[in-house]
């Protein structure tokens, strides 16, 4: 099935982002056109459907977690996921998401950019004299992360709250609350037994420059046995 068009113009303005040589400033120019783009597809996908359901269904996919930080790798996509309206699980070495298509489609375009971004970033950053870097890192992840998703979180509301009605002149948060709880329903019906936990608090000297990375970055635990689920 070919890739919507808005959606490849979104891939196009991300990967001007992974560029190593992109400064600072280009990355936050870059973030600022394909987040708004990504969160505005988002609400019209969502608003269409509300009158003709058959634009955009729910969903579920699977996606791959291998390479090292594989515990990273989750928690970003978690972060991700529940910012634009999905829920996953961990399956060990992939994660089970589910939400409506347009939604996951989101989420698959931005983690696989923002995974690039954080490694790259990552291994520019140094930690400090005696600090382990390993140490450093994982502080740097932390905080990249968390900053992500206060970005995200702040862009989706800001779209939500300057959409207008659909056609049948329902609230885009009366929408978006309707297809939260279809996933939710969804997840609850594949994973009956997944509770919720807390994610983990990292010390170290890289958190404040993960935390500025994120904001330049362009955008756009619970447990089934011994299974993690992947909300943040």
């Given amino acids: 099935m070919p890739e919507d068009g808005k959606l490849a113009r979104i891939r196009a303005i991300l990967a001007k982002a992974e560029d190593p040589a992109a400064t600072p400033e280009e990355a936050q120019t870059y973030f600022a056109k394909a987040a708004a783009l990504m969160a505005k597809y988002g609400i019209e996908r969502a ?26 790798r989750r928690l970003l996509l978690g972060y991700i996921a529940t910012a634009l309206n999905c ?7 992939e994660v089970h998401m589910f939400g409506y298509e347009s939604d996951l489609d989101r989420v698959e375009l931005l983690f696989t ?3 690039l971004q954080m490694f790259n970033g990552m291994r520019q950053g140094r930690p400090r004299p005696g600090e382990k870097t390993i140490t450093y890192r994982k ?11 206060k970005r995200l979180r702040e862009i989706e ?33 594949a994973y009956p037994n997944a ?7 990292r010390s170290g000297s890289g958190r404040a420059a993960g ?5 330049s ?15 943040a």
């Fill in 47 to 72: 608003m269409l459907a509300d009158s003709d359901p058959s634009q955009d269904r729910p969903g579920d996919r699977i996606i791959k977690i291998t390479g090292n930080y594989a515990n990273d």
């Fill in 87 to 93: 829920k996953g699980i961990d399956l060990g070495g």
């Fill in 113 to 115: 950019s923002l995974l």
């Fill in 139 to 149: 502080s740097w992840i932390a905080g990249f992360i968390l900053t992500i998703d």
């Fill in 157 to 189: 509301a800001r779209t939500r709250q300057e959409a207008g009605p659909t056609a049948t002149g329902r609230s885009a948060e009366l929408v978006l609350a309707d297809r939260k709880a279809v996933t939710a329903a969804r997840f609850r019906q």
């Fill in 195 to 201: 509770r919720s936990s807390g994610s983990s608090r």
């Fill in 211 to 215: 935390e500025a990375a994120a904001r």
């Fill in 217 to 231: 970055a362009d955008l756009g635990q619970t447990r089934v046995g011994g299974r993690r689920a992947i909300a």
